[in-house]
């Protein structure tokens, strides 16, 4: 199995802030590696960065959903670092609503985020990666974006979406010793409940009981850099019913289907 050494690696990590990014930042660093922090709180990513083992860090806000300035940011960010060898696309946010209750500009907001920030922060990194001939873009999509359940139409649709592109520019690039994973986790215990999108966008502002119960960030992290580590394809990080449904979907979907609406959803 290939083994990609971390060390000294400028590693661009989005929603750095809080939850998986901010773990993903503490256990690169331990690594030796180089992390940009990018989120829009730039207050926070300065506390994560001062925790961090190094001192090549460098912190980095944006705001993500201004997705016509990303080009830009990335062409000022490019001066500021000899390169970027790994980009990680954490920076997300999640829904608690039915479709019916849901207004377009939820969908679209969300839709902007956590699928096309992704595709134009790529895209815009990949010519540096193509010209160097090397690199590694992890994404963080979720089980959400394998099946799709109630109260997450919306994220359901821009976590498969993402999937998607990832898996066309995976195989691509295979060749220009580029390496592409994309991870699926399930309910992990972060913040991102209370961010979630009520249907009108306001904020949720409660902790599920899943995410309560979920997967701690610690352990989140650490499998996801070893996948880095071993560049893999695909990580699913999830566990029990989460991780079960995820490969019934793939096999007997039917029976996914009426589990899911059998299933209450919070
Ligand atoms: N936790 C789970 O159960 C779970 C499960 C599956 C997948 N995921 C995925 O994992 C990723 C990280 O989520 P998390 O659980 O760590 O959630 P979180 O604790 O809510 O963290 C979200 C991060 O995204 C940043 N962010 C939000 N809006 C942004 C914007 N407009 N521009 C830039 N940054 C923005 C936030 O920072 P600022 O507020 O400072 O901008 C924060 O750092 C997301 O893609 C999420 O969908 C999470």
Redesign the pocket.
Known sequence: MPMRNLKNQYIWI?????????ELAIQLAKKGAHIIL????EQ?LKEVASQLEGDKHIVFP????ETDKIPAKTKELLQKVPTIDVLIN?????QRSLVKETTIEVDRKIME??HFSKVILTKELLPLFLEKQAGQIVT?????GKIGTPMRSAYCAA?HAIIGFMDSLRAEVHNDNIRVLVVT????Q???SK?ALEGDGKDHGVTDPA?AN?MSVEECGRRIVRAMEQEKSELLVAKGKEKMAANLKRFFPSLLFKMVRSTKTT
């Open positions: 989005t929603g750095a802030s809080d939850g998986i990014g901010k990018t989120a829009r709180k926070k944006m705001d993500l959903l954490n920076a997300g946010i999640s985020l956590d963080i999509s979720s089980v959400a976590k986790p399930g309910s992990v972060t913040n991102i961010n995410i979920g």
